[in-house]
């Protein structure tokens, strides 16, 4: 369905239902909006809706799809025999482009790295998710037969998949990018909201990594002899927004901003969402809420912020409109 969402054309939702999982869930939207098609029923509960797979196979023009807006595809409560469903229809569809973001990047590591059983013309055996999903797609095609397909052959990872990690503060961003990291994808990217907290992305990790990893050139924070050798997969998209909402909690400026020249320094495309319900520009009226965000740190660096709502907000930065997107 068309959505609202800056960073993307449509929505599709073949699942519904989530849990939380870190403080950037707290103030869930999809969690607020879910009532309104889902009457009666717990967000926690997690459902599949085999009945709106082939959704994407209707939509004759190419558009960016957001993959389960009000889920989690990487969910642990979603069977990985949906999840092979979901990835056989963004096969079978290589005029969209499929956005998948997810809290859960080690199931989604998971999944695409181990082997499963399956039976292909009375034979059962063990095959990687690139056979399994191929293998999904071509059922899916003798059950819709009025449904044409231009995938006529395709390479793995899927060309129009887009992978992506949400994350709120550097705790987040530390656990959460590797992973991505280590997945398979032609294109990943970070959303960085609603942001909680400062991140720098050009050095990612835990105590387990022996160097830290710039995630936005895929390079290792490591002796000039191990540097290439330790060079591997980037974050090719950062998408970053404060958030929305009646208890939304405000992002200080200089977050987004060093986001933003992270991105500029390597030459990663960066998208500026939102402000959210809180503004840092102009005098703030005295019927406007104010609150004092602090740069951890930096204690002379506290801003002022007005609630002024996500529409006066706006998203500019500094002036200017942050709309890029990866090549």
């Known amino acids: 369905m068309s ?9 599709w939702n073949p699942i519904s239902g989530c849990s939380k999982v870190s403080a950037g869930c707290k103030n869930c939207y999809a969690e607020r909006l879910f009532p309104r098609p889902y009457p009666g029923r717990a967000f926690t509960d997690v459902r599949t809706h085999p009945d709106r797979l082939d959704a994407p196979l209707r939509w004759r023009k190419p558009r960016r799809i957001f993959v389960n807006s009000m889920s989690d595809l990487f969910h642990e409560d979603v069977p990985d025999e949906f999840i092979n469903q979901v990835f056989a229809v963004m096969m079978l569809c290589p005029r969209h482009d499929f956005q998948i973001l997810t809290k859960r990047p080690d199931n989604m590591r998971r999944w695409f790295t181990i082997g499963r059983s399956i039976e292909e013309k009375g034979f059962r055996r063990v095959a990687p998710i690139d056979v399994i999903v191929s293998v999904t797609a071509d059922r899916i095609l003798s059950g819709w037969q009025s449904k044409r397909s231009e995938a006529v052959g395709f390479t793995w990872p899927l060309g129009n998949v887009w992978l992506g990690v949400s994350v709120e503060d550097q705790a987040t961003a530390d656990e959460r990018i590797p992973l991505l990291l280590d997945t398979p994808a032609a294109i990943r990217f970070v959303s960085y909201e609603p942001a909680l907290g400062p991140i720098n992305l050009t050095d990612v990790g835990d105590d387990g990594w022996a160097y ?6 895929g390079k290792a924070d490591a002796p000039k002899f191990l540097v290439d050798r330790l060079s591997g997969p980037k974050v090719d998209w950062v998408i970053a927004g404060g958030e929305s909402g009646p208890h939304a909690r405000p992002a200080h400026p200089d977050w987004f901003r060093s986001a933003r020249d992270q991105c500029a320094a390597a030459g990663v495309a960066f998208f500026f969402k939102q402000w959210g319900e809180f503004s840092p520009g102009g005098v703030p009226c005295y019927s406007h809420q104010l609150t004092q965000v602090e740069q951890p740190g930096d204690p002379l660096a506290t801003w002022t912020m007005a609630r002024v709502g996500k529409k006066a907000a706006g998203r500019l930065l500094d002036g200017r409109e942050h709309s890029e997107y990866p090549a």
């Not at 959505?3 to 929505?11: L, N, P």
């Not at 830290?212 to 050139?217: A, D, E, F, M, R």
């Open 3 to 11: 959505t609202k969402i800056e960073w993307t054309d449509e929505t």
């Open 212 to 217: 830290p990893i710039n995630s936005l050139t």
